[in-house]
C-alpha cells in the first residue's frame, strides 16, 4: 500500500515530531502505546468490525533511521489478544519539504499480511481502510502541532533554552529585575498552557465499518442485483416448465 499526508512544519521538525512516537500515538485511532524504549514499541490496536471488537497486541521496532536521508524503516507484529488473528507489516516513511518549505510531505509504502476475521474483507477495503486511517492520522497530528506548535520534548527543550529569549519557534518575555536588583534579567517564555487546546485523543478503537461501509456497500450491491436477477430469471424459467406453462402449451 501506498499512501501520503502532509505535516505542517519544516523537514527537520517533522522528523523530531514524527519519531516522538508516544508524543503521537493519541492521533492514531485506536492505539494505545504501552513502552517505548527508543528502539521498539509494545502497544495495543482495537479494532471494532460491527457489534465484534478486536484487540491486538505487539511491538514495533526501528529497523532504520536515516536523518541524512530523512528515511525510516519499522516492522511491526502483532496478535489477537483472544483469537488466532495475526497482523504484521514493514513500513518505509520517507520525508521531503514541499514547495513553500513550511511543511513536509511523508510518503509511506507498507507491505501488510493480516490473518483472521478482518482479512474477510480483501484488499481492496484493507487499502481504503489505510487510506482513511492514515487521513485522521494526519488530521489529528496537524491539530497537535498547530495547538502548541511543540511536542512535549520541545516544551522540555523549550525551558533549558529560555535565555536566548525565544524557544521552538515562539517568542518569550523577558522578566525584568526589580528596582535596584543586580539580578540578571530572565527569558520566561510566552506559550500557556491554558491557551493551548489539549492534544487530540485517539478514538477508542478503529470502527472498520464506519471507515469503509461506503465501500463494503459497492461490493454488496452489484452482488445483490446480480442475485436477484438470477431469481427473477428463476421464476420465469419455472413458470415455463410447469404443466400448462407457455412451454408446454407449443
Known amino acids: ?50 457489534p465484534v471488537s478486536l484487540t491486538y497486541r505487539g511491538t514495533a521496532k526501528f529497523i532504520e533511521r536515516d536523518p541524512a536521508a530523512q528515511v525510516v524503516v519499522m516492522e511491526a507484529s502483532g496478535k489477537e489478544t483472544r483469537g488466532a488473528g495475526t497482523a504484521s507489516a514493514t513500513v518505509r516513511a520517507s520525508l521531503e519539504p514541499e514547495e513553500s518549505g513550511a511543511a513536509t510531505k511523508v510518503t509511506m509504502h507498507t507491505t501488510m499480511n493480516v490473518t483472521g476475521r478482518p482479512a474477510q474483507f480483501g484488499r481492496g477495503v484493507m487499502v481504503e481502510v489505510g487510506g482513511k486511517l492514515v487521513e485522521k492520522f494526519a488530521e489529528n497530528l496537524a491539530q497537535l502541532i498547530s495547538g502548541d506548535g511543540a511536542t512535549a520534548a520541545e516544551v522540555a527543550a523549550a525551558g533549558a533554552a529560555s535565555t536566548d529569549g525565544a524557544s521552538a519557534g515562539r517568542p518569550a518575555a523577558t522578566a525584568e529585575a526589580g528596582s535596584g536588583s543586580t539580578e540578571p534579567a530572565t527569558a520566561v517564555p510566552v506559550a500557556s498552557t491554558a491557551s493551548a487546546p489539549p492534544a487530540p485523543q485517539s478514538d477508542d478503537s478503529i470502527n472498520l465499518v464506519r471507515l469503509v461501509g461506503p465501500a463494503i456497500l459497492k461490493r454488496v450491491i452489484p452482488v445483490a442485483v446480480a442475485l436477484a436477477v438470477l431469481a427473477l430469471l428463476g421464476r420465469r424459467f419455472r413458470h415455463l416448465l410447469r404443466p400448462g406453462g407457455r412451454g408446454q402449451k407449443e
Open 1 to 50: 500500500m501506498d499512501h501520503s499526508f502532509t505535516v505542517p512544519v519544516p523537514p527537520d521538525r517533522a522528523w523530531d515530531v514524527l519519531l516522538d512516537v508516544e508524543g503521537i500515538a493519541p492521533c492514531m485511532p485506536g492505539a494505545t502505546v504501552d513502552e517505548f524504549d527508543g528502539e521498539v514499541v509494545t502497544g495495543r490496536i482495537k479494532v471494532k468490525v460491527g
